[in-house]
């Protein structure tokens, strides 16, 4: 089997940290987001993948390269010259897409889930239809594209609407799809969205159904997200593997700590909290519903809540971070320094408090 994943964009939501790595590389729960995807697609016997790229691909590349073996898969990346929207790069990947005239799997690189792929395809046989999505329910759907079901026949999709201004329901598009190759004769090679223009069509044809998906979903495509994705992944691995799990006297609730991290005397670490290699955690310091990336340090009795910490920050001692803070590759808090919501460009140093939310570049 064949599947294609959507890593164009450039995942401004997601800056600072997306400044200094491509979106789908940016850890999430310790491996990059697209590894993921890239391991639920093999386990589900898929042996050829395509990423679709917008941006010159050479970290991605190099990055993942090395996992082909590792999963037993065939990674090519396929380079739009310009941004070719959602649709778009699936007509640009067709010799792939369409080699064995069999369905093919497509991925929004951000979102996070237990994939149901193998399910996903048997489902999608079964009915015949030239499309189906993975839908999910949410509080607020304003932000995805929302799926109307017909009356009468189940799961059929009567109508999608992408990013609905007016409330049309609750059940939204968890941007994973299956799709038969003739779907690719739908779209031109130019720059298209597949929710507002191919979804559409196949609505029309009364070819699209959807799958609901069960347990948790998440676009962690902004840090809010990240963070509450990371809450969502953390339980579902306390469920699935709870071995992958720290454990300790210091330990609260869900907490994931690469092995090579190091931690302090005297630490709260938790609940939902993930610590990336090679970080170093001071004495004295609490760590609530934050991430900590790769090589980053923590000083002591600093306290940080509802954060995320690039790559090789420094966190000076006594130090608060909170309120959806996010500190890019490099940053420097400096000791007792409060940050509230500070989003903080790479290498800058912070010396005075961040009272309120803003952009520190
Ligand atoms: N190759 C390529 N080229 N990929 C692109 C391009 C492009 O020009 N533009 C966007 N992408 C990729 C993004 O990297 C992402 O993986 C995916 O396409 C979807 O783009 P987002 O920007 O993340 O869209 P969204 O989150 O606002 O909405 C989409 O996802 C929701 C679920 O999270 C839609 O598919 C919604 O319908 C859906 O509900
Ligand atoms: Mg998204």
């Known amino acids: 089997m064949k599947g294609l994943i959507l890593v164009g964009g450039y995942g401004t939501r997601l800056r600072p940290l997306t400044l200094s790595v491509p979106k789908p590389l940016v850890e999430f729960g310790n491996r990059p987001m697209i590894l993921h995807q890239i391991e639920a697609l093999a386990a589900a016997g898929v042996t050829d993948i395509v990423l679709a790229v917008n941006y010159r691909p050479e970290v991605m590349v190099s990055t993942l390269k090395k996992y082909e073996e590792e999963y037993g898969v065939s990674i090519t990346f396929s380079v739009e010259t310009e941004p070719l929207g959602t649709a778009g790069p699936l007509k640009l990947a067709e010799k792939v897409l369409k080699k064995d ?8 690189s951000d979102v996070i889930c237990e994939y149901p792929f193998a399910e996903l395809a048997a489902f999608h046989k079964a009915h015949g239809g030239a499309g189906t999505i993975v839908a999910t329910k949410v ?4 932000k995805y594209g929302v799926i109307v079901h017909d009356r009468d026949t189940p799961n059929l999709i009567d109508r999608f609407v992408e990013k609905p201004v007016e409330f049309v329901g609750n059940r939204i598009n968890a941007g994973l799809y299956i799709l038969n190759p003739e779907v690719i004769d ?34 962690v495509g902004q840090p809010k997200d990240f963070l509450s994705g990371t809450c969502l992944y953390l339980t579902s691995l306390a469920k699935k593997k709870p071995e992958f799990l720290a454990k300790g006297s210091y330990i609260v609730g869900n907490v994931l700590i690469d092995p090579s991290a190091k931690i302090g005397k005297d630490c709260k670490i938790g609940p939902n909290v993930v610590i990336g290699p090679n970080v170093v955690v001071g004495d004295g310091v609490r760590i609530q519903r934050s991430v900590i990336l790769k090589s980053s340090i923590i000083k002591n009795h600093a306290l940080i809540k509802s954060t995320i910490v ?3 920050s420094t966190v000076g001692e006594w130090a608060r971070l909170d309120g959806v803070s996010v500190l890019g590759d490099d940053v420097e808090v400096k000791d007792e320094v409060y940050v509230n919501g500070g989003k903080v460009l790479p290498h800058k140093t912070i010396s005075s408090n961040v009272e309120h939310e803003q952009i520190i570049m």
């Open 101 to 108: 005239n069999s369905p093919f799997f497509v991925l929004n």
């Open 139 to 142: 509080d607020e759907p304003s």
């Open 186 to 219: 739908l779209i031109e090679l130019k720059p298209t969205s597949i929710e507002k223009e191919t979804f559409p069509l196949l609505v029309e044809n009364r070819s699209l159904y959807s799958f609901d998906l069960e347990g948790f979903w998440m676009d």
């Open 310 to 312: 690039g790559w090789n």
